[in-house]
């Protein structure tokens, strides 16, 4: 395999698209679902677990790691593929957005931004530079930029200075990063719900140049609606021959919609969150496994699905685990809903190919509508 990353699109279907991004850890198959690894594990999950489900990519949280158990330490133990045991691709987020939501006492500057850890109250800069080394000592895959995400609502002001400054850390971004064989760099279209900054910012970015494009400052309590309207025309303005990655969604018809409207990766802790509340996501809609209509009820979560859960235990028993709060629910919930959104992207991806992806989306909201089977 080559020591560079590359995407190949292969078919379209409307604005809909299938594809293959290669790297030399493997090829991420395109739309692509992304489960979040925060603290280097998908929560529950084995690596190869999450692996068996059909995931070719893992996300990594800068925040969580630089604070601890540290990058520096990472990168001695050999780096967060070896450290977590995940040989396959690797995306980090650059650290920016958690900043802003987790982090205590924190002060934005033109250089960066100085915050308190929300683990131990230890003082700590973030910068675009500072970003793209933690990034590398984690040995990351794809790189995300350092970017300022504006806690919303803003006004059209406060959002247009956010974009040009994000623009500007993008710049420090590529040009910290360097030029790295076998490691690519993602840059981040802001500009909120606006689609002149939307634009702008996009023009900023193919005037850099990366090696994809992610949609930023979206999923943060919009709504759908706003999103899609989003969407309709913001992946359009990103170059159609790099992969373009919507960030922290979402809810599987948010999913379906996004790859509808042309969007190749997403990356959500729904699925994997869910699964330790006792939220299961079925082909039939959501259902809550703590409900006592599933007491005495014999059969799996989901017919259709191939998982553990589902091949060898009962919705009764999955019922039985979560309410004693045995670490088993949490395990298997966790694999069946992992299961859902790779066996929802595998569909799309078939149906993209054989030109039938109206049908497929479809289907798809007809048997959720139908909702969950009945009572025994
Ligand atoms: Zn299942």
């Given at each position: 395999m080559s020591d560079r990353i590359s995407f190949a699109l292969n078919a379209t279907d409307g604005t809909a698209r299938a594809g293959v991004i290669s790297t030399p850890r493997g090829e991420i198959?395109?739309?692509a679902f992304m489960p979040v690894g925060t603290a280097a594990t998908v929560k529950a999950m084995l690596p190869e677990s999450v692996a068996a489900t059909g995931a070719d990519i893992l996300l990594g949280n800068t925040y969580?790691?630089?604070?601890?158990?540290?990058?520096?330490?990472?990168?001695?133990?050999?780096?967060?593929?070896?450290f977590m045991s995940w040989d396959k691709p690797i995306l980090t987020d650059s650290g920016g957005f958690q900043v802003m939501s987790l982090a205590g006492l924190r002060k934005l500057t033109a250089e960066g931004v100085t915050f308190k850890s929300h683990i131990d109250g230890s003082r700590h800069v973030l910068t675009p530079e500072r970003s793209m080394e933690v990034q590398r000592l984690l040995g990351s895959d794809i790189v995300m930029c350092f970017d300022e995400c504006p806690a919303l609502p803003a006004d059209k002001a406060r959002i247009a200075e956010s974009m040009r400054l994000s623009?500007?850390?993008?710049?420090?971004?590529?040009?910290?990063?360097?030029?790295?064989?076998?490691?690519?760099l993602f840059g981040i279209q802001q500009g909120g719900l606006e689609p002149d900054l939307r634009a702008q910012s996009a023009e900023a970015l193919r005037e850099i140049g990366f090696d994809g494009y992610a949609i930023g400052g979206l999923a943060v309590g919009e709504g759908q609606e706003a999103m899609f309207s989003v969407l309709d025309f913001a992946p359009d303005m990103l170059p159609a021959d790099r992969p373009r990655y919507l960030m922290g969604v979402g809810k599987p018809d948010d999913i379906v919609g996004a790859v509808a409207?042309?969007?190749?990766?997403?990356?959500?802790?729904?699925?994997?969150?869910?699964?330790?509340?006792?939220q299961v996501f079925t082909r039939r809609g959501v259902l809550?496994?703590?409900?006592?209509?599933?007491?005495?009820?014999?059969?799996?979560?989901?017919?259709?699905?191939?998982?553990?859960?589902?091949?060898?235990?009962?919705?009764?028993?999955?019922?039985?685990?979560?309410?004693?709060?045995?670490?088993?629910?949490?395990?298997?919930?966790?694999?069946?809903?992992l299961q859902y959104y790779q066996d929802l992207m595998q569909g799309m991806r078939v149906a993209i190919r054989e030109g039938a992806f109206a049908a497929w989306e479809d289907a798809f909201h007809a048997t959720r509508a139908e909702g969950d089977i009945s009572r025994l």
């Open positions: 198959r395109t739309p969580h790691l630089m604070l601890r158990p540290t990058a520096e330490r990472i990168d001695r133990l050999g780096g967060l593929h070896r623009m500007r850390w993008a710049k420090r971004s590529r040009d910290a990063f360097g030029d790295r064989p076998g490691h690519s409207r042309g969007v190749d990766m997403m990356d959500c802790v729904l699925p994997s969150r869910s699964g330790r509340t006792g809550n496994i703590k409900n006592a209509r599933h007491q005495d009820d014999p059969r799996p979560l989901d017919a259709e699905c191939g998982c553990p859960a589902c091949r060898n235990y009962s919705r009764a028993y999955l019922h039985h685990v979560f309410r004693s709060q045995e670490i088993i629910s949490s395990m298997l919930l966790t694999w069946h809903n």
